[in-house]
Antibody, heavy 117, light 112 residues
C-alpha cells in the first residue's frame, strides 16, 4: 500500500489549491479515504471523509470551503481547498480506511500547505 | 464533538520499562453495531502517523505484541511492555464512532 500526496505550497489568503493523493498497491475503489491535517507543532485534525461510493462528510471548520473527491479510474483522491485562511496552514495527510468507521490503516507522507500573504 | 482526553502529555522511560497511556472520551464510543471504534496511532519524529491498534485491542499489521490496548465505553489504555528505542514519538488515540472524528492531544514518549 502506498499513498503519495502532492499539490501543496504557499498560497495567499482567500485563494484556492487542489491536493492529490495517488494510491497504489490495493484496490482503491473498494476503500474509503480521509484527509487529516496537522498544523505546525500541533496535533491531528480530521478534515474530510469519502466513502467507496463517494458519500462525503466534512469537519465544520472546512464545510463549504473544501471538497473531497475521488477518481477511481486514476486511483487518486483529491481535496479542493477554497477561500483559504491562515488557520488552514498545515501538513495534509491522506489516509485509507477499510470501512467508514474502521480508522486510518495507512497514511501518506503528507504535503505542506502554507496560507500567508 | 467528542472530546478525547489523553494523559499524561509526556513520558520519559528507560529501555525495557513498561508504560501506560490513558485516553478518555466525553461520550461512549460504542457504535450501534456494538463495536467500539477507538484506535491508537504513533507518530515517530519527522514521520507520518502509523496505526498501532484498532478497535480498542486489535494489533495493526506488523505491530509488535509489546503493544496492547484495553478499555471500554469511555475509558481506554495503551500499554507498551519492554519499551524499545524505536518506540519514541507521539502517541494519539482517535475515535471514529461519531462524526466528526476526533483525536486526543497526544502523549510524547521520550527515552531516558
Amino acid at each position: 500500500v502506498q499513498l503519495v500526496e502532492s499539490g501543496g505550497g504557499l498560497v495567499q489568503p482567500g485563494k484556492s489549491l487542489k491536493l492529490s493523493c495517488s494510491a497504489s498497491g490495493f484496490t482503491f475503489s473498494s476503500y474509503g479515504m480521509h484527509w487529516i491535517r496537522q498544523a505546525p507543532g500541533k496535533g491531528l485534525d480530521w478534515v474530510a471523509y469519502i466513502s467507496s461510493s463517494s458519500g462525503t462528510v466534512y469537519a465544520d471548520a472546512v464545510k463549504g470551503r473544501f471538497t473531497i473527491s475521488r477518481d477511481n479510474a486514476k486511483n487518486t483522491l483529491y481535496l479542493q481547498l477554497n477561500s483559504l485562511k491562515s488557520e488552514d496552514t498545515a501538513i495534509y495527510y491522506c489516509a485509507r480506511t477499510y470501512q467508514t468507521r474502521g480508522g486510518f490503516d495507512y497514511w501518506g507522507q503528507g504535503v505542506m500547505v502554507t496560507v500567508s500573504s | 464533538d467528542v472530546v478525547m482526553t489523553q494523559t499524561p502529555p509526556s513520558l520519559s522511560v528507560a529501555i525495557g520499562q513498561s508504560v501506560s497511556i490513558s485516553c478518555k472520551s466525553s461520550q461512549s464510543l460504542v457504535y450501534s453495531d456494538g463495536k467500539t471504534y477507538l484506535h491508537w496511532l504513533l507518530q515517530s519524529p519527522g514521520r507520518s502517523p502509523k496505526r498501532l491498534i484498532y478497535q480498542v485491542s486489535n494489533l495493526g499489521s506488523g505491530v509488535p505484541d509489546r503493544f496492547s490496548g484495553t478499555g471500554s465505553q469511555k475509558d481506554f489504555t495503551l500499554k507498551i511492555s519492554r519499551v524499545e528505542a524505536e518506540d519514541l514519538g507521539v502517541y494519539y488515540c482517535a475515535q471514529t464512532t461519531h462524526f466528526p472524528f476526533t483525536f486526543g492531544s497526544g502523549t510524547k514518549l521520550e527515552i531516558k
